[in-house]
């Protein structure tokens, strides 16, 4: 692990970001980690420093909008466009899948990047492209804090995250007895 690789994961152990237990994922997988996010975004001042390490790998990508995914990805998507001097779009649910409200949208070809907190399987950050295309924009990257996916979530756009973290997750029907016997969370999304 590089020394920026660990300036992550020590923002995230920190401000307890990063949880061990038994949780109960918003994908309906279990597993004994989870990254509660909305835990550093407390505290903007490592929301700063992260939003400013994922641009870095993001500065050969050109895009003029950052749009996220409500709840995960509001506030570093809102930090992303902020530091990149672009503009803030957030999709939201609305009977139960997303949606752009509050007369968003986007101009023909607009360059978007799409911004998550975690990535586990990656329905919201597909949510979101589709609604990019079908609103006339044009879809750049994804750029996330946290992909624990392992590498299975594909994108038909380069997929960027600043950690890269897999921890097992298991079907409802197949928790391991170790795993059983913690008292079972759901933190959400």
């Given at each position: 692990?590089?020394?920026?690789?660990?300036?992550?994961?020590?923002?995230?152990?920190?401000?307890?970001?990063?949880?061990?237990?038994?949780?109960?994922?918003?994908?309906?997988?279990?597993?004994?980690?989870?990254?509660?996010?909305?835990?550093?975004?407390?505290?903007?001042?490592?929301?700063?420093?992260?939003?400013?390490?994922?641009?870095?790998?993001?500065?050969?990508?050109?895009f003029?909008?950052?749009?996220?995914?409500?709840?995960?990805?509001?506030?570093?998507?809102?930090?992303?466009?902020?530091?990149?001097?672009?503009?803030?779009?957030?999709?939201?649910?609305?009977?139960?899948?997303?949606?752009?409200?509050?007369?968003?949208?986007?101009?023909?070809?607009?360059?978007?990047l799409?911004?998550?907190?975690?990535?586990?399987?990656?329905g919201?950050?597909?949510?979101?492209?589709?609604?990019?295309?079908?609103?006339?924009?044009?879809?750049?990257?994804?750029?996330?804090?946290?992909?624990?996916?392992?590498?299975?979530?594909?994108?038909?756009?380069?997929?960027?995250?600043?950690?890269?973290?897999?921890?097992?997750?298991?079907?409802?029907?197949?928790?391991?007895?170790w795993?059983?016997?913690?008292?079972?969370?759901?933190?959400?999304?």
């Amino acid at each position: 692990m590089d020394s920026t690789q660990k300036e992550i994961l020590d923002i995230f152990i920190r401000t307890r970001a990063l949880q061990e237990g038994h949780f109960v994922l918003r994908s309906g997988l279990h597993s004994g980690h989870y990254f509660q996010c909305a835990q550093v975004c407390q505290h903007l001042d490592a929301v700063e420093r992260l939003a400013q390490l994922l641009l870095v790998k993001l500065q050969r990508l050109s895009f003029t909008t950052v749009l996220a995914p409500a709840m995960g990805g509001l506030v570093i998507g809102q930090e992303l466009a902020r530091q990149a001097k672009a503009r803030y779009l957030f999709a939201e649910k609305e009977d139960n899948a997303l949606v752009l409200r509050r007369g968003f949208a986007f101009s023909p070809g607009e360059r978007v990047l799409v911004a998550e907190d975690v990535v586990t399987r990656g329905g919201r950050v597909l949510e979101c492209l589709d609604i990019v295309r079908k609103a006339g924009g044009t879809p750049v990257a994804v750029a996330m804090l946290v992909d624990r996916s392992a590498g299975a979530a594909r994108f038909d756009v380069p997929a960027i995250s600043l950690l890269e973290l897999s921890f097992p997750t298991y079907p409802a029907d197949a928790v391991p007895e170790w795993l059983a016997k913690i008292p079972v969370q759901k933190p959400g999304s």
